[in-house]
């Protein structure tokens, strides 16, 4: 039987006594201002609604996978047409195949596809293809940059150990000489470099890539026999219909996928060039769900619905229309507010605020005025997301600045 | 537009140009005799269909997951509700509350749970989380175990390199003394041991643990301070309604599990005891997908349904007919049959058949005669078998003994 609805201060109590700390990892309310709920009752396009039944327009959109907004109807009935027949079956289903293609034919670098359940999983077979084909160990990471949670790239040292980052080197973004001389520390053992599409690193200004850093990271790994691997697990489809770095000119070896791909169902993927082909065909990277049909299909609908629907423009939109009204919002309230990143993919950080007492008290109020907003992670625009929906988030804007006047009177 | 029904052979020729090798992983047809479809079309109960409509009774269940049988209507309805409320969130679900509340109910050595997508998600939250309790490193593995497809434990070292697996020492599966003489070694670096519910390698004959190999494993934990983590991933709640080690009475202080907890949808889990609570609330282990709620309204639903249906006791009575008709029928055709393992994960290898000759011929007679069996992996019954499917089973079990018989021939 249901349980009758549960609030989130119950829930909160129950989950204490069964889940280490009450929860884990990126989802936990504890790296939130108090007040966040940590439990979700349900979600319809932009909007989500807590355990309390609060509801709020949503800049976060799961952390990024919900790309077209929640029960978008053409993904739901893809994903209702192939469950209908299978969806972890013996081995793929036809829909495997023409995800494949699709994503061949819509990326530019990509001469084939691997597919995945985590981030996680695509960037460490990234990491394993090009290592394969190289035959070689050091892998350039930036410091700072974020390509998932597993030992080798954990940003938690609790549980792992000194080898785990063996044979890594780090750089720093946007820095054409900290990059040639990791690469010349790496000598002839370079396998690949990887680089997130932007510079999205937790509580910093958020950076784009420059044309000469791409170009130089391009040029270093061709010279060297070395895989540019490009880390488009967070940006994927929310700026470009292909890859991130389509804009610059600049394109990867191998790149990894997630998040958006198939508008909240679980799955990653790997695209590769030709050259990765049989270092591909070679590693054993495998899961037991992996192949599942209904993420599939669900990608298929998303990433039509998002060519349809123009999504990445619709974004773009409505992005600039938040950054210029919140800019605006601030100079009225003599707030200094940094804004960064690509609009569709908005952070702010409050000048002096290296306690986030001004982030915190700001989406606190923001959060009591129903807009669901981070105050050091990056947020996520969707396809769903409307002008009245920006105009409640600068509602609520306000009332954050008003909350951090009242912080400095 | 939804193509046509494509042909095994035409999405082969598809995948070759957009898929490395065409496929990849275990689920890679190459790896069965030839015949074998790659692709499957759709699935009912322990039944499947390949893309050439070819119909058969299903004996990998898909490696695992399918423990009730495809689109059992209970587990189905449960994920229908919960997505029409909402699936990948800002946050968990209250559901997620419940399945860890029946997780903790259920299985006797848990005091609470975490979610992934993977089993070498659940594999490595479990080495992460005993390292990070113990401050210690070494890991003890027995020798041809499989624990996920991660550098650390994948089975196919291209692409890993020297350092993936430092700090882990091997043991054999049901040898004390070798058990003893790895944890001498690992000295006071020991941080925990690592096991199968039950030896169950490639390509070998499956081995139950004795009871002396788990009691001894359970004291040398215990005496050096180390976590005994269960690797659950393929055998959990096939076995027993909890852990698979309560027959033997030895508990662990961490499984992991995964495969059949939701009858298909991509779920992992790790459960721990309280002395592991702490450390297992610092170690930062996440995904974009690990708390998406339809997958965990399925592993409530197929947790109640195993009960109610006492699925455990169906797998075996269908298992154990199934061995003793496959017993019958070698001796009838006198071919030397093994069959080992529990009898609902059940694996049979013939005698002198180093390079699979006649496990492949009875196989792709068998596949024929309609039934999709494995040559050398462990096979996977489910509670959707009737004694029927068994009949069918063992008559396609009769064209492929006559098959080996043709190739002595």
Chains 1, 2 share one sequence.
Not at 75 to 92: E, I
Request: hydrophobic share 45%; proline share 5%; net charge neutral.
């Amino acid at each position: 039987m249901p349980r009758a609805p549960a609030s989130d201060a119950t829930l909160r109590e129950r989950a204490l006594r069964v889940v280490p700390g009450g929860m884990w990892g990126h989802l936990h309310a504890q790296r939130l201002p108090q007040g966040y709920p940590q439990f979700f009752a349900r979600a319809e396009a932009g909007h989500i609604w807590d355990a309390d039944g609060r509801e709020y327009v949503d800049l976060m959109c799961s952390w990024g996978p919900i790309v077209l907004g929640h029960h978008d109807p053409v993904v739901d009935a893809a994903a209702a047409r192939q469950a209908a027949l299978g969806d972890c079956l013996n081995g793929p289903a036809p829909v495997m195949v023409e995800l494949a293609e699709r994503l061949v034919d819509r990326i530019p670098h990509a001469d084939w596809a691997m597919f995945q359940k985590n981030g996680t999983d695509a960037t460490t077979a990234c990491v394993t293809i090009a290592r394969a084909a190289t035959g070689r160990r050091v892998i350039l990471v930036a410091q700072g940059s974020y390509h998932g949670a597993a030992p080798w790239c954990t940003p938690v040292p609790a549980g792992t150990t000194d080898t785990d980052r063996a044979h890594q080197l780090r750089f720093r973004y946007n820095d054409v000489a900290s990059l040639e001389a990791a690469a010349d520390a790496a000598g002839d053992d370079l396998a690949a470099v990887i680089v997130t599409a932007f510079r999205h690193d937790n509580v910093v200004d958020q950076e784009m890539p420059t044309p000469e850093f791409a170009l130089a990271m391009r040029r270093l790994c061709d010279r060297r026999g070395a895989a540019l691997i490009l880390d488009d697990v967070r940006a994927g489809f929310r700026l470009h219909r292909g890859g991130s770095w389509e804009g610059l000119g600049v394109r990867p070896d191998l790149s990894a996928w997630s998040k958006a791909i198939a508008n909240g169902h679980a799955l990653a993927a790997v695209t590769g060039s030709d050259a990765l082909r049989e270092a591909a065909s070679r590693v054993f990277v495998t899961g037991s769900f992996w192949c599942a049909a209904v993420p599939m299909a669900a990608a298929l609908a998303t990433l039509q619905r998002l060519d349809e629907l123009d999504a990445v423009a619709h974004m773009e939109r409505l992005g600039r229309r938040l950054r210029e009204g919140l800019a605006a919002l601030a100079a009225q309230h003599r707030v200094g507010l940094r804004q960064s990143g690509p609009v569709q993919m908005p952070l702010f950080l409050f000048d002096g605020d290296a306690e986030f007492r001004q982030g915190s008290a700001f989406c606190r109020a923001a959060l009591e005025a129903g807009a669901y907003l981070h105050p050091r992670h990056n947020m996520f625009l969707c396809a769903a997301h409307t002008d009245s929906d920006m105009d409640r988030v600068l509602d609520a804007a306000d009332a954050g600045f008003r909350a951090v006047r009242r912080l400095a009177a």
